[in-house]
Structure formats: C-alpha cells, structure tokens
C-alpha cells in the first residue's frame, strides 16, 4: 500500500470525516422525529422546562424503564444537535444534570402557537423520506415516474394523499402548523 505524506494524510483525513458527516446525518433527524413521536419537548414543557433522566423516563408514556440508557443515548444526541440543553438543576436540594428545552425544542411542544410538531413528523414520514433511498434506482430506471413515484408503486403525490387518510391528515396539519409563523414573519 502507498505511503502519504503528512499533508496528504490530513487531506485524507478530513474527507473521510466530511463523507462520515454526510453518511450519519441522518441520524440526527431521525432522532429529532423520535422525540417528537415519544413527546418528549411536551413532557418537559409541561414538567417546568426541565427534568432529570429519571424524571423523564417516568414521565414519558409506553417508553420500557428497561431502556434508559437508550434514552439516554437519545438526549444524548439531541443535546449534541442543539434541542435540548444538559444542564445542572436543583432537584430536592441535591444538584442532579436535567434537560432543558431550547428555543428549537420548543417550537416541537404541541400547544406552542407556531409548533413544528405536524411538520416535523410529516416530512420525516416514512412516506417522504423513501423517495430519498430510491433516488439511485429513480435515475437508472427509464420510466416518466419521479422519485416519488417509484418509491410508492407509481402513485404521485396527490394520489398517495388521496388515498392515504392517515398521511393526509398528518400532511394537512403540517401545511396548517407552518402557515402561521410564515405568516407571522412575512407581515
């Protein structure tokens, strides 16, 4: 095997870590739609703005206790990507670390007024993201389909909503919940 100099093998280096960012970005939108799916900005709002690990795991609805450091490793993540911040909290007079909400995990609570939450959950449907994995199979192919299409046994858009009542429903709460903050920012 060649050898590399010093300055290659800084090049090197740094591509393998821009093609490692790109290959496990999904992984922080994946987690981003699995904390909204188990609630967790709503059960921390609601808890006062921040809670303890195990706080949290009390709190959250059909989450297995048996999985804590799952869930840990989940906050973990979110508090990395910048929704939720770890911080020290006075809990009964000991200091115990706690999550908070940030002004991003905040628009994810249900009840905030310009809540993302439909959004969030309909663009990382299932539904929507497929088109991403077929897109290799989309340019080989020689039919007039779009990624979409191949991806949803030749169905476009429109007719997936059609014929979907639960995507449609989860669609038309997304376009619902961004119009307003739009809205409010374009007057």
């Given at each position: 095997m060649e050898r590399v100099n010093q300055e290659q093998s800084s090049e090197l280096?740094?591509?393998e870590a821009r093609i490692w960012n790109l290959v496990f970005?999904?992984?922080?939108?994946?987690s981003l739609k699995c904390a909204t799916e188990l609630g967790i900005p709503d059960?921390?709002?609601?808890h006062?703005?921040?809670m303890t690990l195990t706080e949290l795991l009390d709190a959250l609805p059909g989450v297995?206790?048996?999985?804590?450091?799952?869930?840990?490793?989940?906050?973990?993540i979110l508090v990395h990507s910048g929704f939720f911040v770890l911080e020290k909290i006075d809990s009964s007079s000991n200091y115990e670390e706690g999550y908070s909400l940030t002004s991003a995990s905040r628009l994810l609570v249900g009840d905030h007024p310009f809540s993302m939450?439909?959004?969030?959950?309909?663009q990382l449907d299932p539904i929507l993201t497929e088109p991403w994995q077929q897109l290799g199979r989309w340019?080989?192919?020689?039919?007039?389909?779009?990624?979409?299409?191949?991806?949803?046994?030749?169905?476009s858009f429109w007719e997936q909503k059609e014929r979907n009542p639960r995507f449609s429903?989860?669609?038309d709460q997304s376009m619902a919940s961004d119009s307003p903050m739009v809205a409010d920012v374009i007057t």
């Open positions: 280096l740094e591509a970005n999904h992984i922080n939108s994946m059960v921390i709002h609601k006062g703005g921040h297995d206790k048996t999985k804590a450091d799952c869930v840990y490793r989940l906050m973990q939450k439909p959004f969030v959950l309909c340019f080989q192919n020689t039919e007039e389909h779009t990624a979409f299409q191949t991806a949803n046994n030749g169905m429903h989860l669609f």
